[in-house]
């Protein structure tokens, strides 16, 4: 976006007088304003374009006429709470500023979908399944937050953001918004204390906990009260609790317990573990609540798989942690925007992960632990520290002294009731692992519940290791992950062989050339190796090619033979190939012709990605498009032009379309938005140059400190 030098007005001019910010207004010499968003309780809302970015924020100002001393604090509240977290699940917050006549500003992520409120209007109730599963990502946010000891303190459908909400909610696609009353509740500051006093009424009284509409003492359980009544609301169209006033709805929340979601909908049919969850996040104290939102996420669990059998259990729980852990320092967060480059591979079809549960049981030591290794930085503990937390778990016999002890363990326990228990250990930290939905850390401990299935992003030194995985092969490995490792080679992936449950597997952008660990492997789904030299021969190798989901490879001088291949296949639904490898340029194999007629046998695929085939052209598009089934199209770095716009109607189930289009006129770019969901992506040189910009501002900033 090119800056009108002719149209930009000064700001000094409409800020010490408090007016809106007008389109052409540039804030602090890098924001230009493009419209206003809306309004909200505090300020305004504006999409604004990052000049030297070429992206577009959001950025909310705090309203002069509103403005109050009690006011300008929460505001400033919000900036320094929401810029401490930072997750799929979270509205991120990139910078802070004043404006001229000390109108302060902050700079967020620019979320384009609708609110669960305005999507309650239009629908007045939600399915189940979809409710359910958006909880579960509103519950991961929340649990990172509470993590960092933050309490939100207003859960209500108009905070909550979907990017995408005809689509199931998924990671990344729904989004908890305005931290404007959060309280830290760890916090050492003494100004957060009196902005958050007990005895103040700080929420929306519909969605309030009873402690909050007595003005008493909150914590992470009164998220889970505002949570329930979010999720009550989605299944039965109204909230639990709603008088003509709302002094009356308040008095309702403390002295009546809330109908039950068949009586709210006049005999609707629920589940009963779904009507357990909800009455006992509804609880009106705090002690017969849930305890923390991993609880909820387990049960929430069970829902999705009810061969397992987990039961909700209807004693209340009373807390085991007596108080929160105290982090020892300050974290001084800097934070800068960095445009990071996702990959084009889109993952639409993936399974369900659930979110990480947390044994309650855990000890203090292990309880310690676990919150340094995921949320505190590396260098938080010291050597002696670590030596001590380790050797009082191998004192207490919980893992014993394996002569692989440097590896990591899985014990089986038995838990109260007889049921078995699955403890994971990292001794050190082995990369990334994500249980059920938010990637932490590979290091501490972990309690998998019974069926789940582990993503594991495993980092070099790790993979080198040859007894990585000895004690692990009873668990149920879904994706293994060396995807971007410069490392990974031919021997680092020999320790595929010793995980017998292993769905999916990411090998792209790793040097290696073989893939006879997975030759026999029965259960693969999902095999990348794009941006490798990996051939054809090797594809070929795998003895059930033919069920797979996903495929991605390339470079390789015959696409077709694998395409070919794959055309008797009945379960494959994306492809992506990519034509020029990333980290050596001189070697690159477009589509061919004969690549493109055996591609377009493929007539069950929904998802095709095509990245940096420059010889990819619209004759090329026009050969395959007798791809019906084709729902969502990526091709990146192509010959593709404007005239290709009505070949795209020949797929007549297309709706998601992702492509590069630089230099092509707007004219073209609006066609395309009118009849699908259009994303413009950057040349791979466009987001390299983008990257490194990105760099050179984080250490210009921190040169300046």
Not at 182 to 210: C, H, N, R
Not at 242 to 263: I, N, Q, V, W, Y
Not at 659 to 675: C, F, G, M, N, V
Request: with cysteine; aromatic share 8%.
């Amino acid at each position: 976006m090119q800056e009108n030098q002719d149209s930009t007005v000064s700001l000094n001019s409409f800020s010490e007088k408090g007016q809106e910010l007008v389109p052409g207004i540039v804030v602090d010499d890098k924001y230009q304003v493009i419209s206003l968003l809306g309004k909200g309780g505090m300020g305004s809302v504006y999409r604004v374009h990052q000049i030297f970015l070429g992206k577009d924020f959001a950025l909310k100002v705090l309203d002069l006429h509103q403005r109050t001393e009690l006011s300008e604090r929460r505001f400033k509240q919000e900036a320094r709470t929401a810029s401490q977290l930072q997750h799929p699940n979270l509205v991120g917050v990139h910078g802070f500023g004043v404006l001229a006549g000390e109108q302060p500003y902050l700079v967020m992520d620019l979320i384009e979908g609708t609110t669960l409120s305005d999507l309650l209007k239009e629908k007045r109730t939600l399915s189940c399944e979809y409710v359910v599963r958006m909880a579960v990502q509103l519950c991961f946010g929340l649990i990172y937050a509470h993590g960092k000891n933050v309490v939100h303190r207003d859960i209500k459908p108009g905070n909550i953001m979907l990017l995408h909400p005809e689509r199931e909610p998924a990671e990344g696609l729904v989004k908890i918004v305005d931290f404007g009353i959060a309280k830290l509740t760890q916090s050492e500051d003494g100004e957060i204390q009196s902005l958050t006093k007990t005895g103040e009424v700080f929420g929306s009284p519909v969605y309030m906990s009873p402690e909050q509409c007595k003005g008493s003492a909150v914590d992470k359980r009164s998220d889970i009260y505002s949570l329930g009544c979010v999720i009550y609301e989605c299944l039965t169209g109204v909230p639990p609790f709603f008088g003509e006033t709302a002094m009356a709805t308040m008095m309702k929340r403390l002295s009546e317990s809330p109908a039950s979601l068949k009586e709210a909908t006049l005999g609707g049919q629920f589940p009963e573990l779904l009507e357990r969850i909800v009455q006992r996040m509804l609880a009106t104290e705090p002690e017969d609540r849930y305890q923390d939102l991993s609880a909820v996420v387990n049960d929430l669990m069970a829902l999705q798989q009810p061969e397992v059998g987990i039961a909700v259990s209807q004693a209340p729980i009373k807390s085991q942690v007596k108080k929160e852990l105290k982090l020892s320092r300050k974290l001084s967060i800097a934070f800068v925007t960095v445009v990071v480059t996702v990959s084009a591979t889109a993952y639409v079809d993936r399974a369900y992960i659930y979110p990480l549960y947390f044994a309650p049981t855990t000890t203090e030591t292990l309880k310690k632990e676990f919150f340094l290794s995921h949320f505190a930085k590396d260098d938080s503990l010291s050597k002696v520290e670590k030596e001590k937390l380790r050797n009082s778990r191998m004192g207490s016999g919980m893992f014993g002294t394996d002569p692989h002890e440097n590896s990591p363990q899985l014990k089986i326990e038995k838990g109260a009731s007889g049921e078995s228990k699955q403890i994971l250990f990292f001794p050190d930290q082995y990369g990334t692992i994500s249980i059920a939905g938010e990637r932490v850390k590979a290091r501490g401990e972990f309690v998998v519940p019974p069926g789940a299935k582990i993503s594991f992003r495993i980092n070099d030194s790790a993979a080198a290791n040859d007894q990585t995985f000895n004690n692990l092969t009873r668990l149920k490995f879904r994706r293994i992950d060396f995807n971007g490792s410069k490392l990974i080679n031919d021997r680092y992936i020999k320790i595929l062989r010793s995980i017998p449950h292993l769905e999916q597997v990411g090998l792209e952008d790793t040097e290696i050339t073989t893939l006879e660990p997975l030759y026999n492997s029965d259960k693969i789904k999902h095999l990348e190796v794009g941006n490798t030299r990996v051939s054809a021969d090797e594809i070929l190798k795998m003895k059930d090619l033919k069920r797979l989901n996903l495929i991605s490879f390339g470079p390789i001088p015959d696409a077709y033979r694998v395409f070919d291949a794959l055309v008797s296949s009945t379960t494959l639904n994306n492809v992506i190939y990519k034509g020029i490898r990333l980290r050596d340029e001189t070697r690159g194999h477009d589509l061919t012709a004969r690549d493109i007629t055996s591609l377009a046998k493929l007539t069950g695929l929904r998802h095709l990605t095509i990245s940096r085939c420059p010889k990819f052209n619209d004759a090329s598009l026009a050969r395959l498009s007798n791809l019906k089934d084709l729902n969502s199209l990526i091709v990146i770095d192509s010959g593709l032009t404007p005239a290709c716009i009505p070949t795209l109607a020949k797929f007549k189930n297309l709706q998601d379309v992702s492509l590069t289009t630089k230099d092509w006129p707007e004219t073209a770019l609006d066609a395309l938005r009118q009849r699908y969901r259009f994303s413009q992506r950057k040349t791979h040189d466009e987001e390299r140059a983008e990257r490194n910009g990105g760099i050179d501002a984080v250490r210009s900033f921190i040169d300046k400190q």
